[in-house]
């Protein structure tokens, strides 16, 4: 059953560019790792909390990606710079339906 993991992040208005400009240039290496099958950046239409989007094959893959060193590296500007929201949320689910084109 497929594992679908969001980061709610509430980003303040002033911030939202300096938010965005650390999602283009991290490190991307969620592709790589076992397991990975999607990444979005929601951003709002409305208001100001981007959706950080990741769909796995297992809940067990995405435990395995928080723990590797891949991740640490992703996540190095957030440990360095400080975070850019206040407050964030992460909500997971299992897949029970889905389709697509």
């Not at 594992?3 to 290496?29: C, G, K, L």
């Not at 099958?37 to 990606?65: C, H, M, Q």
């Not at 190095?76 to 389709?99: I, M, N, Y």
Request: proline share 6%; aromatic share 12%.
């Amino acid at each position: 059953m497929a594992h679908v993991v969001m980061n709610v992040v509430d980003v303040p208005a002033e911030r939202r560019d300096e938010f965005e400009q650390r999602f283009a240039a991290r490190a991307a290496r969620v592709k790589d790792s076992p397991g990975f099958e999607a990444f979005e950046l929601l951003k709002p239409a409305e208001g100001g909390k981007y959706i950080v989007y990741t769909r796995w094959t297992s809940r067990n893959d995405f435990e395995a990606w928080l723990r590797s060193p891949a991740f640490a590296e992703g996540h190095r500007q957030h440990s360095t710079k400080g975070p850019v929201a206040p407050t964030s949320e992460t909500w997971a689910f299992d897949v029970l339906q889905a389709e697509y084109q």
